[in-house]
């Protein structure tokens, strides 16, 4: 964990792309992650894949949780992800992606460049812990 | 990071890539190796965005009403940077940065930058954070530069002098008249803005600041009516206002009070007029450069401060820690000014011996 030996803060962006209208469990997720010590940006409803990528990029973080619970996450995760390799963000951008995906779905969105897909009743320890392991290392 | 990745960083950034610009502004608020020149290279490429800073309370509508305002600027084909700054958790330095969802206006459009800041314990100060961030946002070619801060305290004051124009928000019906002559807020607004002019009290609002922004002009306005023949002297001001490059002839900027309604963008286009005003008031009475002067001064200051502090800091390690050092102060062996002395004896013996050469 360099980042918290130099002091470096973990920045996420919470985000909930498409129609769905449920953002309790984007909610728990953005304040377990400030309770752990990391900055984070959230995206508020309705958000376009573009208005997502716009908000990685600006704020540079390091991590960026989808949550969708619509179903649509074939057509709006490819997008985002499409459009942070347009500005060279993909790279360094741990993409967690939260809500109810089938395992086939799961599969493509991980070949894609999702890091991890976290289902219902994950612990929130777990998904904590993930983003620790795993946020990008930087110089 | 090696030196040359600085320079592609500082390239890409003049170059106009997004992400360089954000990737600048993580490592300015990381204090990461090499920021400082990063900041040093960026320096002679600024210097011609107009910088406004809003300050307000919380929920007086400061992010709504910064988003309206870049949107005006975006319509007349302006470039618009946005620095909000948020508080964060003492406990956990965590932090949950709303204002970004207020920019509904703007979402999509590439070329308002909006970042999110949160005041977690900066090492150089929050002050220097941002207007380090400012620097890229200017160096990368914006026009307007918004600072947005909570006028909490004296960290986000700090914070919003890093602006040539500031815009005070103030709710209506808020007990505002003490609340903000205790906050001492009302001092470094240029322009203030009633936000939600709708609400029941606005006018009030109004009134009552306009009244107490009479009263802090000129200290002794009440006493040139007595007849007694009081002496008013030619230049007031004129001690203080050498020291701040204000010539004392001078006209004063008189604040303007604004009526909004940022939810639906009326009044915007006053807002708009009001800061241009201000920022033509600054640079026909040469106080944009003066103002620009001294923010260099307080700078200089606080970057040398800060590097002191640090020789100081090690000179203390060296010594076996600040607790061994208070230890033997305890014992009655020593006293805190020999141990200072002590400490800062060597770093002004070689000061001295550059001076002499």
Request: charged residues 30%.
């Amino acid at each position: 964990m360099s980042a918290e030996q130099e002091g470096r803060t973990i920045r996420c962006l919470v985000a909930k792309v498409g129609l769905d209208g449920h953002d309790r469990g984007a909610h728990v997720i953005a304040r377990a992650f400030r309770d752990a010590g990391f900055e984070v940006i959230y995206s508020g409803l309705h958000r376009a894949p573009d208005e997502i990528v716009q908000a990685a990029v600006q704020e540079d973080v390091d991590v960026l949780g989808i949550s969708i619970l619509s179903g649509a996450h074939n057509t709006l995760v490819p997008k985002v992800i499409e459009g942070l390799k347009e500005y060279g963000a993909f790279e360094d951008t741990l993409i967690l992606v939260g809500g109810i995906i089938p395992d086939d779905d799961e599969r493509e969105l991980k070949e894609l460049g999702v890091a991890e897909v976290f289902g219902p009743g994950t612990p929130m320890e777990e998904t904590i812990e993930f983003v620790r392991a795993n946020a990008p290392e930087r110089d | 990071m090696s030196a040359a990745e600085e320079r592609d960083l500082v390239a890409e950034l003049l170059d106009g890539r997004h992400r360089a610009l954000a990737r600048v502004i993580s490592k300015i608020e990381d204090h990461s190796p090499g920021y400082r020149e990063i900041v040093s290279d960026l320096h002679a490429h600024t210097g011609d965005a107009e910088v406004i800073g809003v300050t307000g309370s919380p929920g007086a509508g400061k992010s709504t009403l910064v988003d309206k305002l870049a949107r005006r600027y975006r319509d007349a084909g302006l470039t618009v940077g946005i620095i909000a700054v948020d508080p964060s958790s003492p406990y956990t330095g965590g932090a949950v940065l709303g204002d970004r969802i207020r920019m509904a206006s703007n979402v999509g459009d590439m070329d308002v930058f909006f970042r999110s800041m949160s005041a977690r314990g900066q090492l150089g100060g929050l002050s220097t954070a941002t207007a380090d961030a400012v620097k890229a946002l200017d160096a990368f070619g914006k026009d307007r530069i918004i600072v947005e801060t909570v006028g909490a305290g004296q960290n986000e004051v700090d914070v919003v002098k890093t602006a040539d124009t500031v815009a005070v928000l103030v709710q209506p019906g808020s007990g505002d008249d003490v609340q903000m002559l205790k906050a001492g807020i009302l001092e470094i607004g240029d322009v203030f803005v009633v936000n939600k002019a709708d609400m029941d009290g606005a006018t009030r609002t109004v009134a009552e600041l306009e009244e107490m922004l009479h009263m802090r002009e000129s200290p002794t306005k009440g006493l040139e009516t007595g007849h007694h023949g009081f002496d008013v002297p030619e230049h007031p001001d004129a001690e203080d206002g050498d020291e701040s490059g204000e010539s004392p002839d001078e006209k004063a900027w008189e604040p303007s009070v604004i009526e909004t309604v940022a939810t639906d963008g009326e009044g915007v286009d006053d807002l708009i007029d009001a800061l241009d005003a201000h920022r033509a008031y600054l640079e026909e009475s040469g106080r944009l450069e003066a103002k620009a002067r001294q923010r260099y001064a307080t700078e200089i200051r606080a970057l040398v401060r800060n590097d002191v502090g640090e020789l100081v800091e090690a000179a203390i390690d060296d010594r076996g820690g600040i607790d061994a050092l208070a230890d033997r102060v305890l014992a009655r062996e020593t006293d805190p000014y020999t141990v200072a002395d002590e400490l800062v004896a060597p770093i002004a013996e070689c000061v001295r011996e550059q001076r002499d050469d």
